[in-house]
């Protein structure tokens, strides 16, 4: 992808509230309770953020997140496991190098690409609807090589 939309307050959050709204229909769709908030989306909303905003992906064992620039993009912050973690004395945002891109992880991430790419798609045109100021990236074909991940 080489069009990504603009980092800025107004919208992360409103990739924030798109992620959450399609968690929470994911959820419905597998007879599972309604999450409050985005816990346990970590791999869907940084690779949402990362096909979005553009960065890298990062993580450890606990958490994966995008960044950008030096700047810490983390659709799920805010989010009880997150501060689960914290307490537990864990800082969900410490790249662990070793860990990270593991294949037991790349699987895992490779299977929620699929949906990942339609949240992104839908967000884009809607985003495209709002004012006409976002032009959506070209996919010609979906990035499924999850080793340009490794970083």
Not at 54 to 81: C, P, W
Request: glycine fraction near 6%; hydrophobic fraction near 35%; proline fraction near 7%.
């Amino acid at each position: 992808m080489t069009n990504y939309i603009p980092l800025t307050p107004e919208t992360f959050f409103t990739a924030r509230e798109f992620v959450l709204d399609r968690w929470r229909a994911r959820a419905r769709e597998l007879g599972r309770p309604e999450p409050a908030d985005l816990s346990r989306a970590c791999l869907f909303a940084s690779l949402f953020a990362y096909q979005v905003f553009g960065g890298m992906l990062q993580g450890n064992r606990f958490h994966q997140y995008t960044v950008k620039s030096g700047h810490l993009i983390d659709l799920t912050i805010g989010s009880e496991d997150l501060q689960k973690l914290r307490e537990a004395g864990i800082d969900p945002h410490e790249h662990d190098p070793r860990w990270w891109a593991n294949p037991v992880h790349l699987e895992a991430m490779t299977s929620c690409l699929p949906r990942v790419e339609r949240w992104v798609e839908e967000f884009l045109m809607e985003m495209n609807a709002g004012d006409g100021e976002f032009q959506p990236p070209q996919f010609s074909e979906p990035n499924r090589d999850l080793n340009s991940y490794r970083r």
